[in-house]
């Protein structure tokens, strides 16, 4: 099939300064459109490209009760507003958990290289110490049934829940979870060494800081900016464990790269612009907001050096030699761009947006697929290769006509990027299949393949298909053997 390109894509380039005025409001102007008309332009990827998927545990194992967020469920917010919209449960989800032999098959279709998902640390180790090695056996058995179908695992050991005694004892508030979290690291990994290469340990830590602690929309839905620091650090010394661990124990190479072990956190890369770029105010807010979220916890894996502060409300620096080296890649989750702008009623002192022009997903979130090829420009800086552990869009349509569009162009910017010689090495596409969107429960449809709840049935989208088609006219050019 052809691959063709839609108009050129609207500039994106965020790093909060990083382009002049003109440059900004021309994103914004031009705002990006999936109605435009094509034109041919080839999309390349280079050999051993991975093109992967990716998906959560608690978002849709089904089951998953023992936990921060099943908790949460049944919090009430201080309006009154049930804590996830609509007063959902994630009760069975998309029952991946029963389900995991068929969903191989459909990754299989897609002829997908890769596969990331999440081990639920509240099926691994329900209680302190006490290990369900019948859990950590069935994650085990889904890493050996993907390479069997030629799909290789990508392991996330933290996304975003954790077992209710963690929780009990203040989560990642209490500096004694790094400790706790390592013990459960420590067991898992040699279960899993032979199997898995690639791992996240930590997908987005400022995402899980900032949601809990400083906006409150997830538990434990804390408005605290110094609280928000100190867990941010804690999730970082928590990798740094994780990382140490890794490279320890997993000395197999299980697909034959000459790599054994491959870890990074996935950090979550969001495209910050000032609100008004006429506003000094807004101009300096994207900065705080480009360099706490984006830019210094990406710092801190490299130098060690953890900083973290928003002027006049907090600031907590620290040295941490552990922390030093710990990206072998970069991880990169994106999905937007995002307006900043001062408010001093914020609990950091600003707020984050959107325009009123520019395309959007069923969250509201801009759709300006240039920004793919800008986050890993930003996350090339680091000097190590980059993967994009994430990237995808709710689109409840059908035919899901946004899904397809921005996929196709983001996929562009995305060679673009590779075309300039940045080293990107993989795309997992969020999300194999719809889920539950934390506080937005299941309502977003982020899936490849679009799940009716009622029957457990899977769908391929149009999205799904266009990147089914993509995949196999790469395979066709150059050739790839499946991954593991
Ligand atoms: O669903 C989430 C995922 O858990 C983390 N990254 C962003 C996705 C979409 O919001």
Redesign the pocket.
């Given at each position: 099939m052809a691959v063709r390109r839609r108009r050129a894509l609207a500039a994106g380039g965020f790093a909060a300064g990083a382009l002049g005025a003109a440059a900004r409001l021309a994103v914004r102007r031009a705002a990006w459109s999936p109605n435009v008309a094509e034109e041919p332009a080839p999309l390349e990827f280079p050999p051993g490209f991975r093109f992967g998927a990716a998906t959560?545990a608690h978002?849709v194992e089904g089951g998953t009760t023992n936990n921060n967020w099943a908790r949460f469920e049944r919090h009430v917010r201080p309006d009154g507003r049930p804590a996830i919209s609509g007063d959902q449960r994630c009760g069975q989800a998309a029952d991946h958990w029963e389900r995991f032999p068929d969903d191989v098959e459909l990754m299989a279709q897609l002829g997908l290289d890769g596969y990331r998902f999440s081990l639920e640390w509240s099926r691994i180790e329900p209680a302190e110490g006490r290990f369900d090695d019948a859990a950590l056996e069935r994650y085990r058995s889904w890493c050996v049934l993907l390479r069997a179908a030629g799909i290789a695992p990508m392991i996330t050991l933290h996304?975003?829940t954790e077992p209710l005694w963690i929780t009990d004892r203040g989560g990642f508030e209490d500096a004694g979870t790094v400790a706790a979290f390592a013990r459960f690291v420590e067991h898992v990994v040699p279960a899993l060494a032979d199997v898995c290469d690639w791992w996240v340990t930590i997908?987005?830590p400022a995402?899980y800081a900032v949601n809990g602690w400083l906006n409150g929309e997830f538990p434990p839905a804390k408005q605290d900016v110094a609280l928000a620091g100190r867990v941010l650090e804690h999730l970082l010394l928590a990798h740094a464990r994780a990382y140490h661990t890794l490279h320890e124990h997993d000395r197999v190479d299980a697909d034959g790269d000459g790599i054994p072990c491959w870890v990074s956190l996935a950090t979550?890369v969001v495209a910050f612009e000032p609100r008004h770029t006429w506003n000094p105010a807004d101009v300096a807010a994207a900065k705080v907001a480009h360099a706490n979220f984006n830019v210094r916890p990406l710092d801190a894996c490299v130098d060690g050096r953890f900083r973290f502060g928003l002027p006049g409300l907090a600031r907590r620096a620290a040295t941490h030699a552990e922390l030093a080296g710990t990206l072998d890649y970069v991880g990169v989750?994106h999905?937007f761009r995002a307006l900043v702008g001062v408010n001093p009623r914020a609990p950091a002192g600003l707020e984050v947006g959107f325009d009123d022009v520019t395309e959007k997903n069923d969250?509201g979130w801009d759709l300006i697929p240039a920004t793919l090829g800008d986050a890993v420009r930003f996350a090339a800086r680091y000097g190590r290769p980059v993967v994009v552990t994430?990237h995808?869009i709710?689109d409840g349509e059908v035919p899901d006509r946004r899904r397809r569009a921005f996929l196709l162009d983001s996929l562009h910017a995305l060679a673009d990027a590779l075309g300039e010689g940045v080293d990107v090495r993989g795309y997992y596409h969020?999300?194999l299949m719809d889920?539950f969107?934390?506080a937005h429960g299941f309502a977003?449809r982020?899936g490849l393949y679009r799940v009716d709840y009622a029957t457990q049935e899977r769908t391929l989208t149009g999205g799904g298909q266009l990147y089914r088609d993509i995949i196999a006219s790469h395979r066709a050019r150059v050739g790839d053997p499946p991954a593991p």
């Open positions: 959560s978002q996304h975003f997908n987005e995402v979550n989750n999905y969250m994430e995808g709710c969020w999300s889920n969107e934390w977003p982020f």
